[in-house]
Every structure is written in structure tokens, then in C-alpha cells.
């Protein structure tokens, strides 16, 4: 079992739709979640950060952590053509740990 | 400015010729890493280094080598370049390696 899993997509959706990502994970000492954004030819770029369980909302981002079912979740609102890009997440254990990305999955919002 | 570079951000070269990658952060970082992203297999470590005297192997180095110049300088090499290393490379800092890292934009490197 792979330790981060994540669905490569692509997603396609139409502007104005909520998007949710996702991804499962089988460390269950995973308590540091993130969510990188990459857009084509660029590097990834942190959008969420997230300690332990519950939500964290960002204008129209909302990261959710359940470590019941080692499962996170990005959900854009109102999406729109400019977030399209590949979401990848990653987690680590503590501080001190190494970072584990998931694969990336691609969204496309259709305008 | 941006707080990691990379260059170059593009290069074609030939089977067998030696390249090297540089990279520097702004962000007074003293982790870095190096890093290839490839299609369907996501971002793998290469290096990655704690400070300039500390430099460990990730999960592929082999074909790669690598030399922290200072905090803020981390350069890769491939000393003889095969087509199977046509990829995107990414540097990237932190401040503790379980944290958020801080990409650069990439170099897209074809060998041909």
C-alpha cells in the first residue's frame, strides 16, 4: 500500500462548480498537511497548511483533515478558469520528518 | 524577486555530457532539496541537504551528484547525461523538513 494516494485525474468541472480533491494516506502518524497548487511550467506552490484534524478555510478553499479514516480533502467554491492547475498534497509526520507529496491531480475548470 | 532560483530554466543536451543545475534561495533556509517530476510518477527526492556540511541521498540519486556552496546555493549534477533523465527538476528550501517547502520554478531538461 502506498503510503499517499491521490486520483491523477484529470478532473474536468464547470466554472462556478465546488471542487473536491483528495487524497488517502496509510502512516497514521501523519499530523502536518498540505496542499501544493502547480500551474503548468511552474513549481508547486504551498496553498493550504493544516495541523491535526478538522476544516481550514481560505476565501474560497477549504482543507479538511479526518485521521479516523486518513482521509484530506481541498475543496474550491465558485470555481473558476484560473484555477486550473494540478493540486498535489503532502503530509509528514512532525517537523523533523520527511515530506510525503501525493502524484498530483489535474483540474480543468471549464469557462 | 523570487525566493528560489533555478538555472537554467531550460536545456536540451546530448547522451553523455556532464550539466549541472544551480539553485539559490533568498528565504535563509538552511534545508534544501533537489528534486524530478516526471508524468504519472509525481515529484521524487533526489538530495537533499540539512545544512553545508550534511548532504543525503533520497530515493534516487543514483546517475546525480550534488554540492551545497553555501545556505543559499545548492547545485545538482549529472555527470553523464542519459535520455531517462529528460524531466523536470525542481529545487526547493524549508525551514525543518516536515514543513511547508518553498519551490523553485523548475528546468525543464531534455537529453536527447
Known amino acids: 500500500q502506498k503510503e499517499v494516494e491521490q486520483d491523477p485525474g484529470p478532473l474536468s468541472v464547470p466554472e462556478g462548480a465546488i471542487v473536491s480533491l483528495n487524497c488517502t494516506y496509510s502512516n497514521s502518524a501523519f499530523q502536518y498537511f498540505m496542499w501544493y497548487r502547480q500551474y503548468s511550467r511552474k513549481g508547486p506552490e504551498l496553498l493550504m497548511y493544516?495541523?491535526?484534524?478538522g476544516n481550514k478555510e481560505d476565501g474560497r478553499f477549504t482543507a479538511q483533515v479526518d485521521k479516523s479514516s486518513k482521509y484530506i480533502s481541498l475543496f474550491i467554491r465558485d470555481s473558476q478558469p484560473s484555477d486550473s492547475a494540478t493540486y498535489l498534497c503532502a503530509m509528514s509526520a512532525n517537523r523533523d520528518d520527511k515530506i510525503i507529496f501525493g502524484k498530483g491531480t489535474r483540474l480543468h475548470i471549464l469557462p | 524577486d523570487a525566493d528560489v532560483t533555478q538555472t537554467p530554466r531550460n536545456r536540451i543536451t546530448k547522451t553523455g555530457k556532464r550539466i549541472m543545475l544551480e539553485c539559490s534561495q533568498t528565504?535563509?533556509?538552511?534545508?534544501m532539496y533537489w528534486y524530478r517530476q516526471d508524468p504519472g510518477l509525481g515529484l521524487r527526492l533526489i538530495y537533499y541537504?540539512?545544512?553545508?556540511?550534511?548532504?543525503n541521498k533520497g530515493e534516487i540519486s543514483d546517475g546525480y551528484s550534488v554540492s551545497r556552496q553555501a545556505q543559499a546555493k545548492f547545485s545538482l549534477s549529472l555527470e553523464s547525461a542519459i535520455p531517462n533523465q529528460t524531466a523536470l527538476y525542481f529545487c526547493?528550501?524549508?525551514?525543518?523538513?516536515?514543513?511547508?517547502?518553498?519551490f523553485g520554478p523548475g528546468t525543464r531538461l531534455t537529453v536527447t
Open positions: 493544516t495541523y491535526s484534524s
Open positions: 528565504k535563509g533556509h538552511d534545508r
Open positions: 526547493a528550501t524549508s525551514e525543518s523538513w516536515g514543513r511547508e517547502q518553498y
Open positions: 541537504s540539512f545544512d553545508v556540511k550534511d548532504i
